[in-house]
């Protein structure tokens, strides 16, 4: 697939009104993205547990206009109207028009609403732009014809990765990789596709509970991020070692070696971090408390030869990721151990999840 074949022909159909929601989750990523070229396309590949619980609800309303010169929307988060979203979503639909021609044809409202709160320091963007664009790929796909679930996905995924990156990691589950590796057939720059090879047991339903060291704005975007990643002294060998931890991921996840998997995983948001500390300007979003978590884990591990393992995002807050069988044992460490340095004591369940789910209206 080339960025031509998501450029449609000509609709079949029209559509005057309606509506579309679609439900979607966030992901958390085992391999990191970081560094990008232009639109969006990664200097490296990555891979991602899709979330089941941290998602996005969108209800995406279309009503045709008279004249079709300009981008016509309104955004609102938990009913209340957010100008403050629109040039984001301005930039995201003028990157886009070309694959979805419609676009200034219609005046939008969007309603979104997250299940974990706003200001928790998780990131909305995956679920938020991936809801976006599959709403938006339900009205082509009622413009159109036919188009078969692999486009639509495909599609959707494509738009989504124009809108953030990551995003586009969120439209299917469970293990989504994004960025052309050698040894995964089927990986593209251009969206996310779903692990082609075997999974150990081990991973079914592995478990995610997400940590909130620090709910507040972060101090650096991860688009300043990203492109401090050009010129960066430590860049190529960044992404040369991306691709090797993506080649010692296929076998891990076939033998099921969680010791391995969980070096893979470590090493990965340690470096993203090291990245982020290397950078010129430099920036730390790490806290105390992501050290001090950090620690008590290690020493958990070595009290309890659990599998228990960290990754973090951009970010203070720590992703603790665990199989399912550890469940008990390790949200009880949680509870004892940990809940003291997230604040106000505030976590989030999740577990690895299916992708996004259209909702009738
Ligand atoms: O999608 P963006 O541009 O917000 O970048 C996200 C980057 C990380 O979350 C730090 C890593 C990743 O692969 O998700």
Not at 19 to 43: C, F, H, M, R
Not at 48 to 73: G, H, M, R, V, Y
Not at 178 to 203: A, M, R
């Amino acid at each position: 697939m080339t960025e031509q074949d998501f450029i449609p022909k000509t609709y079949s159909k029209t559509k005057d009104s309606g509506s579309v929601t679609w439900s979607s989750p966030s992901n958390i990523a085992l391999v990191k993205y970081w560094g990008k070229k232009e639109d969006q396309i990664p200097e490296n590949p990555s891979i991602s547990f899709t979330l089941d619980n941290c998602k996005t609800t969108t209800i995406l309303s279309f009503s045709k206009k008279e004249s079709n010169d300009a981008f016509s929307f309104d955004v609102f988060l938990d009913d209340d109207k957010k100008d403050d979203f629109k040039p984001k979503i301005e930039t995201f639909f003028k990157r886009i028009e070309r694959y979805l021609p419609f676009l200034k044809e219609y005046h939008f409202k969007i309603e979104t609403s997250n299940t974990f709160p706003h200001s928790s320091g998780i990131a909305s963007s995956a679920s938020g732009m991936s809801a976006l664009a599959l709403c938006l790929m339900s009205l082509e796909k009622e413009l159109s014809e036919n188009i078969s679930q692999d486009y639509f996905n495909q599609k959707a995924s494509f738009l989504a990765r124009l809108g953030s990156g990551s995003a586009c990691r969120s439209i299917e589950g469970n293990l989504i990789v994004w960025g052309t590796h050698q040894n995964i057939d089927g990986s593209s720059d251009l969206f996310g596709v779903k692990y082609p090879y075997e999974v150990h047991q081990n991973f079914k339903n592995y478990q995610d509970t997400i940590l909130l060291v620090d709910k507040g704005e972060k101090q650096v975007s991860s688009t300043v991020g990203h492109d401090l990643m050009h010129n960066h002294p430590f860049a190529t060998r960044r992404f040369a070692q991306a691709h090797e931890s993506m080649s010692k991921l296929i076998k891990i996840f076939k033998n099921g070696d969680l010791d391995a998997f969980l070096k893979i995983v470590e090493s990965e948001a340690l470096t993203l971090h090291a990245m982020m500390m290397t950078s010129m300007p430099y920036f730390i979003l790490m806290k105390p408390n992501t050290l001090e978590i950090i620690n008590k884990i290690w020493a958990f591990r070595i009290e309890t030869n659990s599998k228990v393992c960290f990754t973090l995002d951009a970010g203070a807050n720590v992703h603790i990721l665990y199989p399912e069988r550890e469940k008990d044992a390790v949200l009880k460490f949680i509870k004892t151990e940990l809940v003291a340095y997230c604040q106000n004591g505030h976590y989030i369940s999740d577990q690895i999840g299916f992708g996004a789910q259209q909702i009738d209206n």
